[in-house]
């Protein structure tokens, strides 16, 4: 339904979405919810930066840009028509002064020119690629399998952010990740065991099921 009207509702706001997108998703909510929690927890200097991966049509980010004033947002997709959709909805939400919004893969975008972060954000893909063609028919045919394929156990990219996300951070800066309902215990172990972040916390959803991963940048990590 949301591709048919082109609209979909995240955060209380309203979202132009095509078959570019991912339909942002209720479960999502909690993501930025635990973010807003952990940004809400962290000293750092104004403003706040922070690093949306996979933005898609950009919820993640324009919802956090919304509710944090200060705030200075980047975001990254790999496809053009995803970026191109998620600067619209900032602009159309007012915020399109706050996101810097670039093309390319995970951290690519940003290697060169952007800096650390105080927050890394990311619902990265995370199904099964064998899982794809089970899962419901509006999914499995209409949905951008890019945003859906996480490899053959769905975890290749929490195996990349992991391995280079310390390296945007700032001392004690962290990485908010929305993961599959089974997928809590090892993704965070795929954190903890790079021994660059202290121990992952594993965030439920109100249904009861892993839905986020906080993996904390050491202090003593050099850059």
């Keep these: 339904m949301a591709y048919i009207t082109g609209q979909q509702e995240f955060w209380s706001v309203d979202f132009h ?34 690093f949306d991966i996979g933005t898609g049509s950009g919820a993640v980010a324009i919802s956090l840009a919304k509710e944090l004033a200060s705030a200075e947002l980047w975001a990254t997709d790999v496809s053009t028509a995803a ?20 093309c390319g893969d995970l951290f690519a975008p940003i290697d060169a020119e952007a800096g650390k972060f105080a927050l890394i954000v990311a619902n990265p893909p995370y199904i099964r690629s064998g899982e794809i063609a089970g899962l419901a028919p509006e999914v499995s045919h209409w949905e951008p399998r890019l945003a859906l394929d996480g490899g053959t156990d769905g975890l290749d990219f929490y195996h990349r952010i992991a391995a280079r996300a310390w390296t945007h951070l700032v001392p004690n800066g962290a990485v908010t990740l929305e993961i599959g309902a089974d997928m809590g215990d090892v993704v965070a172990r795929i954190f903890d065991d790079t021994g660059r972040y202290a121990n992952a916390m594993v965030s439920k959803d109100y249904a009861g099921r892993d839905r986020v991963v906080v993996a904390q940048k050491l202090r003593q990590i050099a850059d």
């Design 83 to 102: 970026v191109a959709i998620a600067r619209g909805n900032a602009a159309r939400n007012g915020v399109s002064e706050k996101i810097k919004f670039l």
């Design 17 to 50: 979405v095509t078959r570019d997108v991912l339909i942002p998703r209720p479960e999502t909510e909690r993501l930025v919810e635990i973010t807003l929690t952990v940004a809400a927890g962290m000293l750092h200097a104004a403003p706040m930066r922070i």
